[in-house]
């Protein structure tokens, strides 16, 4: 039973296009936070009325806050 747990998890962060729900859960923000973010990065798309974020694009502008 754990080892289908681990694979549900590792299947769900290695998804390219995430709701913003999702997307929250996997980086460990509100929901607001992600969408706010999510736009500013310019990684949403709207289908019909869902939308999806390109985690790609996300990580890439999450990574211009790095402090070295």
């Known amino acids: 039973m754990h080892a289908r747990k681990r ?11 995430v709701r913003y729900q999702e997307g929250a859960e996997k980086y460990s923000l509100g929901v607001s936070k992600f969408m706010e ?9 709207k289908i019909d009325k869902i939308a999806l974020v390109n ?12 402090e070295y």
């Open 7 to 17: 694979v549900d998890a590792t299947k769900k962060y290695s998804q390219k296009y």
């Open 37 to 45: 973010l999510a736009k500013e990065a310019k990684a949403v798309y």
């Open 55 to 66: 985690c790609d694009l996300f990580e890439a502008y999450l990574e211009t806050f790095r």
